[in-house]
């Protein structure tokens, strides 16, 4: 039974491995059919199932999501977060527990699954959990790394500084040419565009240049 908290943590990344459709019963089959190996449940028509696992499988079916179509959208993907409230989730559900929340609007995070309106993201320090959907953006923003960054009025490193930015800070990104990118950053009331390394900044792949 140690394997019990890996199974349930990691049940929908075990579950697309099955070629499953989106109906609850078919849900159920592909289940049982990926719990085997870790509880060492042999399928057969003939053999009848000890109670516990009977109580397993009913727990599945009504405590699991039907599985819905999954997004024409390419995985990973970065996004945003909507609220400055975020509950991350150790599974693809409000009855899983809560490992963490975040606090801060617009935070770049990257989401690497998804399961039905559930999607699996992982923010810059490497932490990953389940969040729903309504509560991610796809505002693309980015998130200054390290230590204090010149902010430059054009892609070159003789361009006019316009300002300095604090490790941390969270713009929105606007563009990128080659190894620059422009962001958007907001203080106070005032608005700051300007160029920025590609390389000071996590929540852009290398080879992205335009941002909706």
């Known amino acids: 039974m140690k394997h019990i908290p890996f199974v349930f943590r990691n ?5 697309s491995g099955e070629n499953c459709g989106t109906s609850r019963p078919h849900v159920l089959l592909c289940t049982l059919r990926a719990l085997a190996p870790y509880f060492r449940i042999h399928i057969s028509k003939s053999i009848g199932y000890k109670i516990h696992w009977v109580c397993l499988l009913i727990i599945l079916f009504f405590c699991s ?3 819905a179509e999954p997004t024409a959208l390419p995985l990973p993907r970065y996004v945003s ?14 009855n899983y ?8 609007q617009n935070l770049p995070v990257e989401i690497i699954a998804e399961f039905d309106t ?4 992982r923010d810059l320090k490497g932490t990953e959990g389940w969040v ?8 693309r ?18 361009a006019k ?32 565009k300007g160029w920025i390394k590609r390389r000071c900044l996590w929540g852009i792949y290398p080879n992205e240049t335009k941002f909706d």
């Open 11 to 15: 049940l929908p990344r075990i579950i």
């Open 65 to 67: 999501p039907t599985m």
């Open 81 to 94: 977060l909507r609220s400055n409230a975020v509950n991350l989730h150790v599974g693809p559900g409000k």
């Open 97 to 104: 527990p809560i490992d963490w929340c975040y606090v801060r």
């Open 118 to 121: 559930w999607r699996q993201i």
């Open 132 to 139: 729903h959907k309504s509560l991610l953006s796809g505002k």
């Open 141 to 158: 923003t980015v998130w200054v790394l390290h230590k204090v960054r010149p902010l430059r009025k054009g892609p070159d490193e003789k």
């Open 161 to 192: 500084v316009i300002a300095q930015l604090q490790p941390g800070v969270v713009a929105k990104a606007v563009e990128c040419q080659g190894s620059w990118c422009k962001i958007e950053v907001k203080y106070k009331n005032s608005a700051y």
